[in-house]
């Protein structure tokens, strides 16, 4: 297949957080066949190297990095070892999340709700400072945070997490403001219900994923690979007037 020339990655250095499974792993396979080196980070090295693996054996280039975005000092520990080795970086994607309760938001414990923000926001946030650093010493680059479309309407059960989702919202507009003169984008995609692990209590429960789409008009859960062509294009040169957007990738249900 012939890849236009605005969406070819041929040269540039490519972060990819939550890469191990689900979405994450979609969207490094895909940047990596349009001619990205990925950098596969998640919290456990072998399933990052199990994404690289995959990817190598369709002739595409990655390197795993573990990282848990909710330490501090792992995050800049991945960034040391991302400047000594390639010295650059021209796309970071935030798709790393975690959201280990589902309940009523008044039973929302301290140690949870420290926990979801420590990775959901506190994370994202970090990880961006020092990706939009390195890119601007570089003449720019791209940031792509996985947000969803419960930062927009909040999702039954999920309080905290819709809060944290809806902060990214948020914190995508705001470094898209205060990095545009340093030539670093920053655009947020907006997931609808996919058929991931996350979001496995949702997709796997008939009653719940019944009322789920019945507020979707395409009547279908999203493929992890569904998400990945939207953060092709807001990475690539074919998004190089846009930055601060925020696209739905939901089958609709935030058009209704």
Not at 38 to 67: H, N, P, T, W
Not at 122 to 130: A, C, L, Q, V
Request: glycine residues 10%; charged residues 15%; neutral net charge.
């Amino acid at each position: 297949m012939t890849v236009p020339a605005a969406f070819d990655l041929t040269g540039k250095i490519a972060l990819v957080t939550g890469a191990s499974r689900g979405i994450g792993a979609e969207i490094t396979k895909l940047l990596a066949a349009q001619g990205a080196h990925v950098i596969v980070s998640s919290r456990k090295q072998a399933d990052c190297q199990a994404v690289v693996d995959a990817i190598a054996a369709e002739g595409g280039s990655a390197e795993a990095l573990a990282c848990h975005i909710g330490e501090m000092e792992q995050i800049t520990a991945l960034y040391a070892t991302l400047e000594e080795t390639h010295g650059r970086l021209d796309i970071l994607v935030n798709n790393a999340a975690t959201n280990p309760y589902f309940g009523p938001i008044l039973d929302t414990d301290l140690p949870v709700f420290q926990k979801i923000v420590d990775v959901n926001i506190r994370g994202y946030f970090y990880m961006s400072t020092h990706g939009a650093r390195l890119m601007a010493r570089n003449g720019g680059g791209s940031i792509v945070n996985v947000a969803s479309v419960n930062g927009v309407v909040p999702g039954p059960q999920q309080g905290i997490y819709s809060i944290t989702k809806a902060a990214v919202i948020s914190m995508t507009k705001a470094f898209a403001v205060e990095c545009a003169g340093q030539g670093v984008r920053c655009n947020a995609l907006l997931p609808g219900l996919t058929d991931t692990k996350f979001a496995s209590v949702l997709v796997n429960t008939p009653a719940i994923l019944k009322q789920a789409l019945a507020h979707v008009p395409l009547r279908r859960v999203a493929r992890p690979s569904e998400m990945a062509g939207a953060v092709l294009y807001l990475a690539s040169d074919a998004a190089s007037y846009t930055t601060g957007a925020v696209l739905n990738v939901d089958g609709g249900y935030l058009s209704v």
